[in-house]
């Protein structure tokens, strides 16, 4: 798995010095190093891009990555909020994303993202995309929240379904979240509003269209 990942990054994704800015500034800040691999955000941009997706959420910005790789996607008419609990992660972020040119289509909200998703409900916000990549624990009720935010035909995209291989393989070491995510691959698989699939790049990503 390391070593097909490791081809598909190097075949396919080229050199970047921006995210490769946003990696040391991770660094520097002493900020953990749980940004999405180069392909899944590779992947992040040409979902949001080949969709047509304008309105984008994200839940756990840490220090940008993802998000400039979702902005890159939607253009100029496009627009990311993004929900991040540690407000200093939130600062880093928007200044990766202003370095790279899209600091006045990205908004942030701190604080529990759980807390921030029932606000944007009552808000009657909606979004035409969503990528979920906070605490693992609580993916079901982002999704559950994301479904009440999203407008028909909206992907929901989700980060580290496979648990660093934990979830199906058992020489893999096991992760505190490995049951959970097992159990939430299955809900997602299964569910009436969604059809998904799970793609094995990075530490996994499911990629689900709302079609209920
Ligand atoms: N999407 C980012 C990586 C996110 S890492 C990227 O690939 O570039 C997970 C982030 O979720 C961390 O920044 C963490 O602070 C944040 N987080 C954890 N629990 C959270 C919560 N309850 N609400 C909002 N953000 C949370
Ligand atoms: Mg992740």
Redesign the pocket.
């Known amino acids: 798995m390391k070593l097909i990942n490791h081809y598909i990054d190097s075949v396919f994704t080229k050199e970047d010095a921006l995210l490769e800015n946003?990696i040391t500034s991770i660094q520097e800040n002493g900020?953990?190093s749980?940004?999405?691999s180069p392909s899944?955000?590779k992947l992040l941009t040409m979902l949001v891009s080949i969709s047509g997706a304008k309105q984008v959420l994200?839940?756990?910005?840490?220090?940008?990555?993802?998000?400039?790789?979702l902005a890159r996607g939607f253009g100029e008419d496009g627009s990311l909020m993004s929900?991040?609990?540690?407000e200093r992660?939130a600062n880093l972020?928007h200044k990766n994303l202003s370095k790279a040119g899209f600091g006045h289509q990205v908004s942030y909200r701190?604080?529990?993202?759980?807390?921030?998703l029932e606000e944007l409900i009552n808000e009657q916000k909606r979004f035409d995309f969503f990528?979920i990549?906070?605490?693992k624990e609580?993916y079901e009720n982002y999704l559950n929240s994301c479904l009440e935010l999203a407008e028909p035909g909206a992907l929901i995209v989700m980060?580290n379904v496979l648990a660093g291989g934990s979830i199906a393989d058992p020489d893999a070491k096991p992760k505190r979240y490995t049951e959970f995510m097992k159990h939430f691959n299955k809900t997602v698989a299964n569910h009436p509003q969604l059809e998904s699939l799970l793609i094995p790049i990075g530490d996994g990503v499911t990629v689900a269209r709302v079609i209920g």
């Not at 701190?110 to 921030?116: C, E, F, V």
């Open positions: 946003v900020m953990p749980i940004s999405v899944s955000g994200e839940i756990g910005a840490l220090g940008g990555y993802s998000g400039i790789c929900l991040e609990i540690e992660y972020a701190t604080g529990p993202a759980l807390h921030t990528f990549d906070a605490d609580n980060d």
